[in-house]
């Protein structure tokens, strides 16, 4: 009996890496909920069966899109894990945050903070993926912050767990403060402050 070999997939009609880029930034700026399927076809110059069958749909490209976020040669785990100390991983996070938050390319502000505010009971799923990121980078400095406790680099009664806390919670204000529009130059002031902390 012959067998009639089965068809291909239809191929991708786009480049994913270009369309995962153009996604990242209208999400960067406008949000997850507030980004329309819509408005990723047009911006993507796609159909909505395209970005079903790259994506799976419109969550799956935001994970996409918060993954290339996250992504490249500098991130946060890189920060954390290559500081001498527990001081200067938070001073390379604050730094990391009022230099990205301010970039002339990109939109003022955190993908995870602006995406997560705007957010409604509709896409909580969305807004525990956030905070998962979220939740393990802090942890991530806790224990830097802890390791440099043992280490006698910082003194036994630091509250780690407070600490690592309000530095988290400082650069979400930080993100704030760009959709705001405030400069780099008022962000580092920020930064500046905020190391007094850790002396």
């Not at 490209?61 to 894990?81: C, D, E, H």
């Not at 830097?144 to 407070?162: F, L, N, R, V």
Request: aromatic content about 6%; hydrophobic content about 45%; charged content about 20%.
């Amino acid at each position: 009996m012959k067998m009639t070999p089965r068809k291909k997939g239809r191929p991708l009609s786009f480049d994913r890496d270009i369309a995962l880029q153009k996604a990242m930034m209208l999400f960067w700026q406008h949000g997850y909920e507030a980004t329309s399927l819509n408005d990723l076809t047009t911006a993507l110059e796609v159909t909505p069966s395209s970005i079903y069958s790259a994506f799976g749909d419109k969550k799956g490209l935001f994970l996409n899109a918060v993954a290339l976020y996250l992504s490249g040669p500098v991130t946060s785990g890189t920060i954390i894990n290559e500081a001498a100390t527990a001081r200067e991983a938070a001073l390379g996070l604050l730094n990391a945050a009022a230099i990205g938050f301010t970039g002339k390319d990109t939109p003022a502000g955190c993908l995870l903070a602006s995406s997560a505010i705007s957010c409604s009971v509709a896409a909580d799923d969305v807004k525990v993926e956030l905070a998962k990121i979220r939740h393990g980078i802090e942890t991530q400095l806790r224990e830097k912050i802890t390791s440099s406790i043992k280490s006698k680099q910082m003194p036994a009664e630091t509250d780690a767990e407070g600490l690592a806390a309000l530095t988290m919670s400082i650069i979400q204000g930080m993100s704030t403060l760009a959709r705001d529009g405030a400069p780099r130059e008022k962000l580092l002031k920020v930064v500046e402050a905020a190391m007094k902390i850790w002396q």
